[in-house]
């Protein structure tokens, strides 16, 4: 069953739902047979990619442990953030999913210094992401679901022969306050969210035309929203625990944050969800390592 659904090297929503019909059906667990699924296809991507001749990739370092990656002639910066303890939930609204302020605490991690733009998405897939809603090379990739942010990011993983994913929220909360190197500010960079972000806009923006915050990254106070790889957990219960993801079922909802392009309420702490298979016009994500 599986073998036969992955032998195009790509997993549809549907085919992805058929699986699931058919393990339940079969009195199988769902969620392991999901999980074999999701390392096939990324074994399989791998042996594609080591076959591929046109595959091009280097690694620069830079500063501070900071380094750059290039693909298939596109680059983008990957930022050391220094491992902490700090509060997580500090800045949650009451308008948005209940958090409780809690300590947790991270090891040292890298995250992209924007979202994935289209620029990237095209030198790792091979062609633009098909369904976009605002177009441009600089543009983020949008209008995609979670799942599919997770095709670009098993290719990437494939073609760099490292092992990245989406930031934990512990880890996208953590970069965005600035780490250790905080400043406290209200935005992601400054108390003043015109400098730093986004908002009140009728249309998405290209990536890093403002401040960056006190690590180096952009746009995490407004332009789009920003998949986790955390399922939604209410009032989440983390209190001192090390690099803290929350893991339900593959299929749960997952948690996004930051705050859309066309908002006119903007807070650090803002916490949303959605469904793993919704698409949204201000649906994106960044990379984590």
């Known amino acids: 069953m599986i073998s036969a659904a992955l032998a195009d090297g790509n997993l549809t929503e549907q085919k992805r739902k058929i699986i699931m019909r058919r393990a339940e059906k079969e009195g199988e667990d769902v969620e392991e047979v999901m999980m074999v699924v999701e390392s ?75 979202v994935v733009t289209q620029e990237l998405w095209k030198a790792v897939m091979g062609r633009n992401f098909p369904l976009l809603s605002f177009v441009g090379d600089l543009l983020p990739v949008n209008n995609l679901t979670w799942e599919e942010s997770y095709q670009f990011i098993n290719k990437l993983s494939a073609l760099t022969n490292r092992n990245y994913h989406l930031p934990s929220e512990a880890q996208w909360e953590y970069a965005a306050i600035g780490g250790k190197k905080s400043l406290g500010f209200k935005h992601a960079g400054s108390d003043d969210l015109k400098k730093v972000g986004w908002a009140n806009v009728n249309e998405l923006k290209p990536v890093a035309q403002l401040m960056p915050n006190e690590l180096g990254l ?63 016009k201000d649906y994106s994500f960044r990379i984590a390592l």
Do not use: H
Request: net charge negative.
């Open 40 to 114: 096939r296809l990324l074994n399989q991507t791998k042996k594609q990619s080591n076959q591929s001749q046109s595959k091009s990739e280097s690694k620069e370092e830079v500063s501070n442990g900071d380094f750059i990656e290039t693909v298939n002639g596109v680059s983008f910066k990957m930022i050391k953030v220094e491992g902490g303890r700090f509060t997580m939930f500090s800045m949650s609204q009451a308008s948005c999913i209940p958090g409780k302020p809690q300590e947790v605490v991270l090891d040292d991690y890298y995250i992209c210094d924007t």
């Open 218 to 280: 952009y746009d995490m106070s407004g332009n789009c929203y920003e998949f986790c790889e955390d399922n939604l957990v209410d009032n989440p219960m983390l209190n001192g625990t090390k690099n803290p993801i929350i893991r339900t079922k593959p299929t749960d909802f997952r948690i996004v944050r930051s705050t859309p392009f066309d908002s006119s309420e903007f807070s650090i702490g803002d916490r949303w969800w959605t469904p793993c298979d919704r698409r949204q």
